[in-house]
Every structure is written in structure tokens, then in C-alpha cells.
T-cell receptor
Framework: GENVEQHPSTLSVQEGDSAVIKCTYS??????FPWYKQELGKGPQLIID?????GEKKDQRIAVTLNKTAKHFSLHITETQPEDSAVYFC????????????FGAGTRLFVKA | KAGVTQTPRYLIKTRGQQVTLSCSPI?????VSWYQQTPGQGLQFLFE???????NKGNFPGRFSGRQFSNSRSEMNVSTLELGDSALYLC???????????FGPGTRLLVL
């Protein structure tokens, strides 16, 4: 069935370093790939998204890359700060006639000051 | 613009009871999706409503149901609660099929 694998499950970095989270999806019809950040006690917050007709997108310290051939997409956070500590989820969606978004298992990011 | 709101935020029920959760989407958003989040299974899609019609459904038993009203507000109902239904239930809204979903804070349900 449809599946999104996310790695690593836990990531610890020093403040100022970069963090990279990787996801692989199984459904080649997926065409929309959002990334969410979830802090304790809150719902997931969209931080960046990319569509299948784009290979890379950047928003300040956050960037996402997509490799459709390999069915692989990644989140890159540069110059990490303690407030970046949270759980990050990748997701894949076909987005046709309604949602059936499949989420990765999540990556718990710790940024040490 | 106000975000997605969910009520109640916390709920404690006992096995066998039923529960109704409510979601008010962002103003103007017509699509509402529901997700169950647990430590073991992660975020799992329950169903999506658009203009009062269920358009998509995940792999959950029939005890889980939902509906959407003409003002786009949505409710989900879980009947005959089981211990395994304890979870954070999240609602997300979007304008239409533009695919950008915005999540509410969730309702944390504990089944004893």
C-alpha cells in the first residue's frame, strides 16, 4: 500500500549546524509534498511544501528538494537554533479529488545550545 | 484570520461510550480532514469532507464517522470506544483541492 518512510527518527545537532531529514514515498502518483513541524501540545504547522513540477524550494533557513525519479524528498534546515527543536513530519499526497495524505513517522530534532 | 479551532481540547471517556469532536475550519475553507495521532502509529488519515460530502476515507472501522455542515464546520464521532482509541485527534482545513492543509491544536481523547 501507500507508504512514506522517514529517516532518521531522532536527530541531535549543535546550534548553528545543519539538519537534514529524508523521506521516501511509494506512490508514484503523489504530486504534493508538505513538511510540518509539531511542537509539544500543538498541532502540526506547515513549514514548507513542494509540488512535483519543482525540484527545489527555499524559504530562509529551510529548503526542500525533490527527486521524482527516486521518489525521494528531503528537508534541509541551516543555521539551526534551539527553537527549531520539535518533531518534523514529511507527507505525500496525490491531491486529486480530495486528500489522502500519507505522513512519515516523524523525526524528533534536538538542537543543543 | 482565525486558525482552525477544535473542541473540546481534552476529553476522558470510558470504554463503550461514544464521543463527538468538533472542528471549525479557517473561514472560507471548504475541505476538512481528520487524522488520528498516536505514538505507535503516527499520523493516520481518517476521512476528508468537502462541501458536506465525504470524498476520501482511511482504513478505520465503521465506528469512526464524520459529517460536515453547510458552514464547513465538521464533527467526527467515535462509537463504542475502545482503549486503543486513546489518541490526539487532529482536524485540518484547506481552501479546496489546493492541498495546503492547516491543522488545529487537536483534541486529546483518553479512554479508560
Amino acid at each position: 500500500g501507500e507508504n512514506v518512510e522517514q529517516h532518521p527518527s531522532t536527530l541531535s545537532v549543535q546550534e548553528g549546524d545543519s539538519a537534514v531529514i529524508k523521506c521516501t514515498y511509494s506512490d508514484s502518483a503523489s504530486n504534493y509534498f508538505p513538511w510540518y513541524k509539531q511542537e509539544l501540545g500543538k498541532g502540526p504547522q506547515l513549514i514548507i511544501d513542494i509540488r512535483s513540477n519543482v525540484g527545489e524550494k527555499k524559504d530562509q533557513r529551510i529548503a526542500v528538494t525533490l527527486n521524482k525519479t527516486a521518489k525521494h524528498f528531503s528537508l534541509h534546515i541551516t543555521e539551526t537554533q534551539p527553537e527549531d527543536s520539535a518533531v518534523y513530519f514529511c507527507a505525500a499526497s496525490k491531491g486529486t479529488g480530495g486528500f489522502k495524505t500519507i505522513f512519515g513517522a516523524g523525526t524528533r530534532l534536538f538542537v543543543k545550545a | 484570520k482565525a486558525g482552525v479551532t477544535q473542541t473540546p481540547r481534552y476529553l476522558i471517556k470510558t470504554r463503550g461510550q461514544q464521543v463527538t469532536l468538533s472542528c471549525s475550519p479557517i473561514s472560507g475553507h471548504r475541505s476538512v480532514s481528520w487524522y488520528q495521532q498516536t505514538p505507535g502509529q503516527g499520523l493516520q488519515f481518517l476521512f476528508e469532507y468537502f462541501s458536506e460530502t465525504q470524498r476520501n476515507k482511511g482504513n478505520f472501522p465503521g465506528r469512526f464517522s464524520g459529517r460536515q455542515f453547510s458552514n464547513s464546520r465538521s464533527e467526527m464521532n467515535v462509537s463504542t470506544l475502545e482503549l486503543g482509541d486513546s489518541a490526539l485527534y487532529l482536524c485540518a482545513s484547506s481552501l479546496d483541492s489546493t492541498e495546503t492543509q492547516y491543522f488545529g491544536p487537536g483534541t486529546r481523547l483518553l479512554v479508560l
